[in-house]
């Protein structure tokens, strides 16, 4: 198995671009998590699915921020437009819980933006 | 708004000791409770998870749970400076992947 695969792995971009971030679910998994890391702030719950269902999106700063989940494997996560205070390392994880005991979230490689 | 805190660290412990990591917790309804590592520029790998209070034991690591004190610690014996890196604790308070609180995180440091 591949893992949580996240891509770009970098991403510097300048004030005002539009990022998109995008994550591959492990297969059979149907709960989808987008975290943002930073020194300040630790790890914070942004948004996530569950079968493809957005259930909690109180995490996302702001409407300039947007995610998708167009299919039960592939996820997008899009900043527009993206400002420096953005900046930081975007994680998307996956779990297949849905019992109690099993909520083990795998995590992708995650996404460091920078935006200058 | 749930809040899990921890002491930032660093948190040095020589190697073969045992080093205690712990945490606190606002909700107390909060079922679940786990301790992810994640090392230096790398993802969070989960490592323990506990439900009941109690002890759990699984090789070199210890979680403990006290839901009545709202508290929630990590125990590594025979520390190696393999085990150097941040330390996250996590809650959930549903059953369920419904999103986990995280911790800020304690930096360790297992001095050879």
């Known amino acids: 198995d591949a893992g949580v695969i996240q891509s770009p792995r970098h991403e510097v971009t300048e004030m005002g671009q539009e990022v998109t971030l995008r994550c591959k679910l492990i297969?059979?998994?149907?709960?989808l998590f987008w975290y943002r890391q930073t020194m300040m702030r630790g790890l914070e719950l942004l948004i996530y699915f569950n079968n493809n269902v957005p259930i909690d999106d109180s995490g996302m700063p702001e409407d300039r921020f947007s995610a998708k989940m167009p299919n039960a494997s592939f996820s997008t996560l899009k900043i527009q437009p993206s400002e420096p205070r953005d900046s930081a390392v975007y994680f998307c994880a996956s779990s297949s819980a849905r019992v109690l005991g099993d909520e083990k979230l795998f995590f992708g490689s995650g996404t460091q933006l920078s935006v200058l | 708004q749930k809040e899990v805190e921890q002491n930032s660290g660093p948190l040095s412990v020589p190697e073969g000791a045992i080093a205690s990591l712990n945490c606190t917790y606002s909700d107390r309804v909060s079922q679940s409770f786990f301790w992810y590592r994640q090392y230096s520029g790398k993802s969070p790998e989960l490592i323990m998870s506990?439900?009941?209070?109690g002890d759990k034991e699984d090789g070199r690591f210890t979680a403990q749970l006290n839901k009545a004190s709202q508290y929630v610690s990590l125990l590594i014996r025979d520390s190696q400076p393999s085990d150097s890196a941040t330390y996250l604790c996590?809650?959930?308070?549903?059953?369920?992947?419904?999103?986990?609180?995280f911790g800020k995180g304690t930096h360790l440091i297992i001095q050879p």
């Open positions: 297969s059979g998994h149907n709960s």
């Open positions: 506990i439900y009941s209070n």
């Open positions: 996590a809650v959930n308070s549903g059953g369920g992947a419904d999103g986990l609180t």
